[in-house]
């Protein structure tokens, strides 16, 4: 569940950070 949870939290950060760079 670990490895789950900081792939989502890694996906989560790499989507806003595309969203706060538009």
């Known amino acids: 569940m670990l ?3 900081t792939a989502s939290k890694r ?3 790499i989507v806003t ?3 706060k760079e538009e």
């Open 3 to 5: 490895v789950v949870t």
């Open 11 to 13: 996906s989560i950060g």
């Open 17 to 19: 950070s595309t969203i």
